[in-house]
């Protein structure tokens, strides 16, 4: 089993700018999660879906900030524009009902600088 | 709502020393509750879980059990290694079980361990 896929690993990119992570999670998982980490604020849930229905985006910081899930083997998170404060570890993480449903399977993150 | 209380870190102990890093919860209901384990560069990892009230979770050597009385779930290890050197997270699912949904986490506590 791969494990939960993330591209790219690090991203770094200038103010205003379009930024789009990706991932892809384990096969048969049902549930996938968007989290960004940062020293100030430490691990927030941005938005999670079920069957490749958002279920919870509360966490979504604003209206720059879009998720989508097209299939039930990718999702991207947009960021547009980018701004300096969006600097983070982006984490993607999956799941499955049934079975261990409460494990969340997490990717190695993509760590985003923007200047 | 729902939260997380860890202790702050970091904590810097000896290889073979004992650990234990405290950790505190807010729930209506009877949530499952999780430590998450982060080593360097990568994502995070479920160190171990417990379900219900009284519940011991292990894994590793570390061990944790689910106090309802005191709502608490403090990890600990009898002699910890330089290799268990990580970022560890508290956390709680709101379901009692579980549920694959959203995951309350804390802070995180930074261990390092010396040679």
């Known amino acids: 089993d791969a494990g939960v896929i993330q591209s790219p690993r690090h991203e770094v990119t200038e103010m205003g700018q379009e930024v789009t992570l990706r991932c892809k999670p384990i096969?048969?998982?049902?549930?996938l999660f968007w989290y960004r980490q940062t020293m100030m604020r430490g691990l927030e849930l941005l938005i999670y879906f079920n069957n490749n229905v958002p279920i919870d985006d509360s966490g979504m910081p604003e209206d720059r900030f879009s998720a989508k899930m097209p299939n039930a083997s990718f999702s991207t998170l947009k960021i547009q524009p980018s701004e300096p404060r969006d600097s983070a570890v982006y984490f993607c993480?999956?799941?499955?009902?049934?079975?261990?449903?409460?494990?969340?399977?997490f990717g190695p993150g993509t760590r985003l600088t923007v200047l | 709502g729902d939260s997380v209380t860890q202790m702050e870190g970091p904590v810097t102990l000896s290889e073979e020393a004992f650990l234990t890093i405290n950790c505190t919860y807010t729930?209506?209901?009877?949530?499952?509750l999780f430590w998450y384990v982060q080593y360097p560069g990568e994502g995070l990892q479920l160190l171990l879980k417990?379900?219900?009230?009284?519940d011991k979770g292990s894994n590793k050597g570390f061990e944790a059990t689910y106090r309802k009385e005191t709502t608490s779930f403090h990890l600990e290890k009898g002699s910890v290694q330089v290799s268990d050197s990580a970022v560890y997270f508290c956390?709680?699912?709101?379901?009692?079980?579980?549920?694959?949904?959203?995951?309350?986490f804390g802070k995180g506590t930074k261990l390092t361990v010396n040679p």
């Open positions: 096969s048969g998982h049902d549930y």
């Open positions: 956390a709680l699912s709101p379901h009692p079980q579980g549920g694959s949904e959203k995951l309350v």
């Open positions: 993480a999956s799941s499955s009902h049934g079975g261990n449903t409460d494990t969340q399977y």
């Open positions: 417990a379900t219900k009230a009284d």
């Open positions: 729930a209506t209901g009877y949530p499952s």
